[in-house]
């Protein structure tokens, strides 16, 4: 019934698109547990969820992932495990360094830092993405007049302490967003190389060389950043997003949310539920609209382009893609975006918008429990989205 009704909202937008949409949903569907736990979504949505109708764009088509791919699978569960539970997870990440430093010398991505108060001299905060391995980013916070810096998962220690010494900073802290080792594997190599740096991080997520144990909504002070720890579990048991407050530096605050949300979309739930992954989605819908998101990877292309597919009418998303489009053909960085506009495109927060549900929804039915309903079409979105990739 979703694949007829997906179909159906797909209507003017090319048979090419419903073809797909139909594909993506039927594969998606096939999973007869899946259909028992299905329940009703209730139409909620505001007015402005809605866009007004766009061609998608001729370019943008996806294909399924192979099956084997999928890392929810019982294969894909194991090697997870190790990954995170044994030391073959750090050698594997190892040869990941290897390889991206061979490809990308400088990179993968070509970053500008973001200076706010840039009239004074010198600037109050600037903020840098550093690319690191093929996707990630890590970032360096400094308190210009301090010169005191924080690091947001550093990935690489090598690109890190790079710009460390580039900038002429202390680094004084690190803070780990999770466990995994594409976001903590250069804690060790850092904490020694800096002998008063504090590594902060979740108890609950077996960070590498955890000094500073933290909580939600614990606050870490340095000079004059204030940053804010959320606990947003779902990724993993103990993942926290950090948020530098924007007031002691008169600007927006900045949200670094590892691999909780992306542009235009959100992380893989290894270790929770579809629940529990909504309930984090909503802790940071509940930020301002001018805060800026400062992900963890750079998967705007292709999450722009899902977005396409289940919702292609959206002229937000149409907008943003075509600006990302661009970034790219030159290696430049996608980030920051705002939560004001990831609110406007982003389908992983648009949950309780009609336009998905109708799309997505399993119809009516016997429950009225809005909460689930959002769950359930969120786990369905996500399942989608593993299953495919960009062509």
């Known amino acids: 019934m979703a694949a007829v009704v997906a179909a159906t909202a797909l209507k003017g937008r090319g048979a090419r698109n419903a073809r797909v949409l139909r594909g993506i949903l039927s594969g998606a569907t096939a999973n007869k547990a899946s259909q028992n736990r299905t329940r009703a979504l209730q139409s909620h949505s505001s007015p402005e969820c809605k866009e007004e109708p766009e061609p998608l764009s001729p370019e943008l088509e996806y294909i399924p992932r192979k099956r084997g791919k999928n890392p929810m699978k019982a294969v894909g569960l194991a090697w997870y495990s190790l990954y995170t539970r044994t030391w073959l997870g750090y050698l594997f990440y190892r040869q990941q360094l290897r390889?991206?430093?061979?490809?990308?010398?400088?990179?993968?991505?070509?970053?500008?830092?973001?200076?706010?108060?840039?009239?004074?001299?010198?600037?109050?905060?600037?903020?840098?993405?550093?690319?690191?391995?093929?996707?990630?980013?890590?970032?360096?916070?400094?308190?210009?007049?301090?010169?005191?810096?924080?690091?947001?998962?550093?990935?690489?220690?090598?690109?890190?302490?790079a710009s460390i010494e580039k900038e002429g900073v202390d680094l004084v802290a690190i803070l780990c967003t999770h466990k995994h080792w594409d976001h903590s594997g250069g804690n060790r190599d850092l904490s020694r190389r800096h002998q008063d740096c504090r590594v902060y991080g979740s108890p609950q997520d077996s960070i590498p060389y955890l000094t500073h144990p933290l909580c939600h909504q614990d606050v870490v002070s340095v000079g004059?950043?204030?940053?804010?720890?959320?606990?947003?579990?779902?990724?993993?048991?103990?993942?926290?997003?950090?948020?530098?407050?924007?007031?002691p530096y008169k600007g927006p605050s900045c949200l670094f949310s590892g691999d909780l949300l992306f542009l235009s979309g959100c992380g893989r739930t290894f270790e929770g539920t579809a629940e529990t992954m909504l309930s984090s989605l909503d802790t940071v819908l509940g930020l301002g609209d001018d805060t800026l998101l400062w992900p963890g990877h750079e998967y705007a292309e292709e999450n722009l382009g899902f977005a396409g597919v289940v919702e292609p009418e959206n002229l937000a998303r149409e907008r943003k893609m075509q600006w990302v489009q661009r970034q790219r053909m030159e290696r430049k960085s996608t980030c920051p975006s705002t939560l004001g506009e990831e609110r406007s495109y982003n389908p992983f927060l648009r949950t309780h918008c009609l336009v998905l549900q109708?799309?997505?929804?399993?119809?009516?039915?016997?429950?009225?429990?809005d909460s689930y309903s959002r769950a359930e079409l969120l786990e369905k979105l996500r399942r989608l989205k593993d299953l495919h990739k960009s062509k």
Do not use: M, W
Request: a positive charge; hydrophobic letters at 35%.
């Open 99 to 161: 390889r991206a430093r061979n490809r990308y010398p400088k990179g993968h991505s070509r970053t500008q830092p973001r200076l706010f108060n840039a009239h004074l001299c010198p600037p109050g905060v600037k903020v840098l993405p550093i690319p690191v391995l093929s996707d990630n980013y890590s970032y360096l916070i400094i308190d210009t007049q301090a010169r005191l810096a924080v690091v947001v998962d550093p990935s690489d220690p090598q690109a890190v302490q």
């Open 224 to 247: 004059r950043l204030q940053i804010r720890a959320l606990a947003t579990p779902g990724h993993t048991q103990g993942h926290l997003v950090y948020l530098l407050d924007g007031e």
């Open 358 to 369: 109708e799309a997505l929804g399993p119809g009516p039915g016997p429950t009225g429990d």
